[in-house]
Protein backbone atom coordinates (compact mmCIF):
# COMPACT_ATOMS: atom_id res chain seq x y z
CA UNK A 1 0.00 0.00 0.00
CA UNK A 2 1.39 3.44 -1.06
CA UNK A 3 1.95 5.90 1.56
CA UNK A 4 1.12 3.62 4.24
CA UNK A 5 3.13 5.63 6.99
CA UNK A 6 0.55 8.45 6.38
CA UNK A 7 -1.65 7.71 9.46
CA UNK A 8 1.40 7.85 11.51
CA UNK A 9 3.08 10.73 9.93
CA UNK A 10 -0.33 12.97 10.00
CA UNK A 11 -0.98 12.01 13.76
CA UNK A 12 2.61 13.39 14.93
CA UNK A 13 2.18 16.62 12.41
CA UNK A 14 -1.46 17.06 14.28
CA UNK A 15 -0.05 16.83 17.84
CA UNK A 16 2.66 19.04 16.74
CA UNK A 17 0.22 21.73 15.34
CA UNK A 18 -1.68 21.15 18.81
CA UNK A 19 1.30 21.89 20.79
CA UNK A 20 2.19 24.84 18.99
CA UNK A 21 -1.81 26.41 19.21
CA UNK A 22 -1.15 26.45 22.68
CA UNK A 23 2.19 27.92 22.52
CA UNK A 24 0.90 30.98 20.04
CA UNK A 25 -2.02 31.48 22.36
CA UNK A 26 -4.70 32.31 19.09
CA UNK A 27 -6.80 29.68 20.01
CA UNK A 28 -7.19 29.50 15.99
CA UNK A 29 -8.52 26.40 14.04
CA UNK A 30 -5.60 24.85 11.76
CA UNK A 31 -6.26 22.94 8.52
CA UNK A 32 -3.77 20.52 6.83
CA UNK A 33 -3.70 20.79 3.23
CA UNK A 34 -1.58 17.81 1.95
CA UNK A 35 0.74 19.10 -1.01
CA UNK A 36 0.49 16.17 -3.49
CA UNK A 37 2.43 17.68 -6.49
CA UNK A 38 4.50 15.23 -8.39
CA UNK A 39 2.80 12.46 -7.24
CA UNK A 40 0.30 10.32 -9.02
CA UNK A 41 -3.66 10.05 -7.87
CA UNK A 42 -2.53 7.80 -4.97
CA UNK A 43 -1.28 10.72 -2.93
CA UNK A 44 -4.59 12.32 -2.67
CA UNK A 45 -6.74 9.09 -2.38
CA UNK A 46 -4.12 7.85 0.68
CA UNK A 47 -4.87 11.89 2.01
CA UNK A 48 -8.34 11.02 1.78
CA UNK A 49 -8.25 7.78 3.68
CA UNK A 50 -6.08 8.92 6.38
CA UNK A 51 -9.01 11.74 6.80
CA UNK A 52 -7.17 14.58 5.17
CA UNK A 53 -10.15 16.46 3.33
CA UNK A 54 -8.06 19.56 1.73
CA UNK A 55 -5.35 19.03 -0.88
CA UNK A 56 -3.15 21.68 -3.14
CA UNK A 57 -1.18 21.36 -6.43
CA UNK A 58 0.83 23.95 -7.28
CA UNK A 59 0.40 23.41 -11.32
CA UNK A 60 -2.74 23.50 -12.62
CA UNK A 61 -2.32 21.71 -15.81
CA UNK A 62 -0.62 18.72 -13.35
CA UNK A 63 -3.60 18.87 -10.62
CA UNK A 64 -6.20 18.86 -13.87
CA UNK A 65 -4.94 15.84 -15.01
CA UNK A 66 -4.88 14.24 -11.44
CA UNK A 67 -8.27 15.67 -10.54
CA UNK A 68 -10.45 13.17 -12.33
CA UNK A 69 -8.61 10.21 -11.52
CA UNK A 70 -9.63 11.27 -7.61
CA UNK A 71 -12.96 9.64 -7.01
CA UNK A 72 -13.12 11.20 -3.45
CA UNK A 73 -14.79 14.69 -2.67
CA UNK A 74 -11.72 16.38 -1.48
CA UNK A 75 -11.39 20.23 -1.64
CA UNK A 76 -8.64 20.90 -4.17
CA UNK A 77 -6.49 23.97 -3.16
CA UNK A 78 -4.22 25.92 -5.97
CA UNK A 79 -1.09 27.27 -4.03
CA UNK A 80 1.31 27.90 -6.99
CA UNK A 81 1.69 30.55 -9.57
CA UNK A 82 -1.24 30.75 -12.42
CA UNK A 83 -1.10 32.46 -15.68
CA UNK A 84 -3.18 35.10 -16.35
CA UNK A 85 -4.38 33.70 -19.32
CA UNK A 86 -5.42 30.44 -17.39
CA UNK A 87 -7.86 31.72 -15.08
CA UNK A 88 -10.83 29.76 -16.73
CA UNK A 89 -9.42 27.02 -15.24
CA UNK A 90 -9.73 27.46 -11.65
CA UNK A 91 -13.09 25.91 -11.36
CA UNK A 92 -12.20 22.31 -9.48
CA UNK A 93 -10.40 24.45 -6.66
CA UNK A 94 -11.85 25.28 -3.86
CA UNK A 95 -9.15 28.84 -3.22
CA UNK A 96 -6.44 30.14 -4.96
CA UNK A 97 -4.08 30.83 -2.66
CA UNK A 98 -1.34 32.61 -5.20
CA UNK A 99 -3.37 35.71 -6.26
CA UNK A 100 0.18 37.19 -6.29
CA UNK A 101 -0.20 40.73 -8.59
CA UNK A 102 -2.78 43.30 -9.31
CA UNK A 103 -2.99 41.89 -12.91
CA UNK A 104 -3.97 38.46 -11.92
CA UNK A 105 -6.62 39.73 -9.68
CA UNK A 106 -8.05 41.44 -12.52
CA UNK A 107 -8.43 38.65 -14.51
CA UNK A 108 -9.96 36.27 -11.65
CA UNK A 109 -11.92 39.09 -11.31
CA UNK A 110 -13.04 39.32 -14.20
CA UNK A 111 -13.88 35.42 -14.76
CA UNK A 112 -15.62 35.37 -11.36
CA UNK A 113 -18.02 37.98 -12.89
CA UNK A 114 -18.15 35.94 -16.16
CA UNK A 115 -19.15 32.89 -14.38
CA UNK A 116 -21.27 34.46 -12.32
CA UNK A 117 -19.56 33.05 -9.19
CA UNK A 118 -16.79 34.55 -7.46
CA UNK A 119 -13.50 32.78 -7.37
CA UNK A 120 -12.23 32.41 -3.57
CA UNK A 121 -8.95 33.68 -3.61
CA UNK A 122 -5.96 34.58 -0.97
CA UNK A 123 -3.58 37.01 -1.61
CA UNK A 124 0.09 35.90 -1.97
CA UNK A 125 2.02 37.94 -0.01
CA UNK A 126 6.18 38.47 -0.62
CA UNK A 127 7.61 39.34 3.01
CA UNK A 128 10.78 38.59 2.34
CA UNK A 129 11.76 40.51 -0.44
CA UNK A 130 13.29 37.61 -2.33
CA UNK A 131 13.66 38.49 -5.78
CA UNK A 132 12.63 35.21 -7.01
CA UNK A 133 9.50 34.71 -5.19
CA UNK A 134 6.36 36.38 -6.68
CA UNK A 135 3.56 38.03 -4.33
CA UNK A 136 2.52 41.37 -3.54
CA UNK A 137 5.04 43.54 -1.44
CA UNK A 138 3.55 44.42 1.74
CA UNK A 139 4.36 48.06 1.37
CA UNK A 140 2.27 48.31 -1.19
CA UNK A 141 -0.40 46.17 0.35
CA UNK A 142 -2.82 49.03 1.91
CA UNK A 143 -3.87 50.77 -1.82
CA UNK A 144 -4.60 47.42 -3.05
CA UNK A 145 -6.61 46.06 -0.13
CA UNK A 146 -9.01 48.59 -0.83
CA UNK A 147 -8.95 48.20 -5.01
CA UNK A 148 -9.38 44.99 -4.15
CA UNK A 149 -12.28 45.46 -2.66
CA UNK A 150 -14.02 46.66 -5.58
CA UNK A 151 -14.04 43.61 -7.45
CA UNK A 152 -16.80 42.12 -7.70
CA UNK A 153 -15.59 38.53 -9.47
CA UNK A 154 -13.63 37.79 -6.35
CA UNK A 155 -13.68 36.69 -2.69
CA UNK A 156 -10.39 37.78 -1.01
CA UNK A 157 -10.52 35.23 2.56
CA UNK A 158 -6.83 36.00 3.36
CA UNK A 159 -2.84 35.85 3.04
CA UNK A 160 -0.61 32.96 1.46
CA UNK A 161 3.19 33.13 2.31
CA UNK A 162 6.69 31.55 1.68
CA UNK A 163 9.64 32.06 3.82
CA UNK A 164 12.98 31.44 2.45
CA UNK A 165 14.32 28.49 2.79
CA UNK A 166 17.08 28.84 5.06
CA UNK A 167 15.24 31.40 7.24
CA UNK A 168 16.03 30.83 10.70
CA UNK A 169 13.56 31.73 13.69
CA UNK A 170 13.66 35.16 13.90
CA UNK A 171 13.23 35.38 10.14
CA UNK A 172 10.20 33.00 10.03
CA UNK A 173 8.63 35.03 12.89
CA UNK A 174 9.01 38.82 10.47
CA UNK A 175 7.78 36.82 7.97
CA UNK A 176 4.75 35.23 9.37
CA UNK A 177 4.22 38.01 11.52
CA UNK A 178 4.21 40.55 8.46
CA UNK A 179 1.49 38.37 6.47
CA UNK A 180 -0.60 38.47 9.30
CA UNK A 181 -0.62 42.62 9.49
CA UNK A 182 -1.35 42.08 6.10
CA UNK A 183 -4.26 40.15 6.35
CA UNK A 184 -5.60 42.46 8.76
CA UNK A 185 -5.23 45.27 6.28
CA UNK A 186 -7.39 43.35 4.42
CA UNK A 187 -9.71 42.91 6.77
CA UNK A 188 -9.67 46.78 7.52
CA UNK A 189 -10.51 47.49 4.35
CA UNK A 190 -13.89 45.62 4.60
CA UNK A 191 -12.89 41.74 3.26
CA UNK A 192 -13.44 38.28 5.05
CA UNK A 193 -9.82 37.33 5.29
CA UNK A 194 -9.74 35.30 8.10
CA UNK A 195 -7.61 32.44 6.47
CA UNK A 196 -3.60 32.47 7.09
CA UNK A 197 -1.94 30.37 4.53
CA UNK A 198 1.64 29.89 5.92
CA UNK A 199 3.80 27.19 6.82
CA UNK A 200 5.34 24.00 4.95
CA UNK A 201 7.10 21.25 6.22
CA UNK A 202 10.33 22.82 7.71
CA UNK A 203 8.71 25.72 9.25
CA UNK A 204 4.73 25.11 9.85
CA UNK A 205 4.76 24.57 13.84
CA UNK A 206 6.39 28.54 13.86
CA UNK A 207 4.12 29.15 11.33
CA UNK A 208 1.00 28.22 13.37
CA UNK A 209 2.56 29.92 16.60
CA UNK A 210 2.18 33.04 14.39
CA UNK A 211 -1.59 32.37 13.36
CA UNK A 212 -1.40 30.42 10.66
CA UNK A 213 -5.12 28.62 9.88
CA UNK A 214 -3.94 27.03 6.73
CA UNK A 215 -0.48 24.95 6.59
CA UNK A 216 0.44 23.27 3.28
CA UNK A 217 2.51 19.91 3.89
CA UNK A 218 4.38 17.43 1.16
CA UNK A 219 7.42 15.93 2.56
CA UNK A 220 6.48 16.14 5.95
CA UNK A 221 3.53 13.66 5.33
CA UNK A 222 4.40 11.52 1.99
CA UNK A 223 8.41 11.53 2.46
CA UNK A 224 10.29 13.20 -0.53
CA UNK A 225 9.07 13.54 -3.53
CA UNK A 226 9.85 12.11 -7.06
CA UNK A 227 11.75 14.63 -8.87
C1 LIG B 1 5.62 22.20 -2.55
C2 LIG B 1 4.96 23.30 -1.81
C3 LIG B 1 4.64 23.16 -0.45
C4 LIG B 1 4.97 21.92 0.38
O1 LIG B 1 6.34 21.81 0.59
P1 LIG B 1 6.94 20.77 1.65
O2 LIG B 1 8.22 21.42 2.07
O3 LIG B 1 7.13 19.50 0.94
O4 LIG B 1 5.98 20.66 2.77
C5 LIG B 1 4.00 24.21 0.18
N1 LIG B 1 3.66 25.34 -0.48
C6 LIG B 1 3.94 25.51 -1.79
C7 LIG B 1 3.55 26.78 -2.45
C8 LIG B 1 4.60 24.50 -2.49
O5 LIG B 1 4.87 24.69 -3.80
Known amino acids: MPFRDLPVRLAEVRARIGEAIARGGRGQTVTVVAVTKTYGPEAPLAAWEAGLRDVGENKVQEALGKIPRVAAPLRWHLIGHLQRNKVKQVDPFHLVHSMDSARLGDALATYGAARG ?3 EVLAQ ?5 EETKGGYQPSMFVQEAARLRDLPGIVVR ?6 PLDADEGMLRSVFGG ?3 CAEVLREAGHPAMELSMGMSGD ?10 LVRLGTVLFGARPA
Open 117 to 119: RPV
Open 125 to 129: LNVSG
Open 158 to 163: GVMTMA
Open 179 to 181: ARR
Open 204 to 213: YEVAVEEGAT
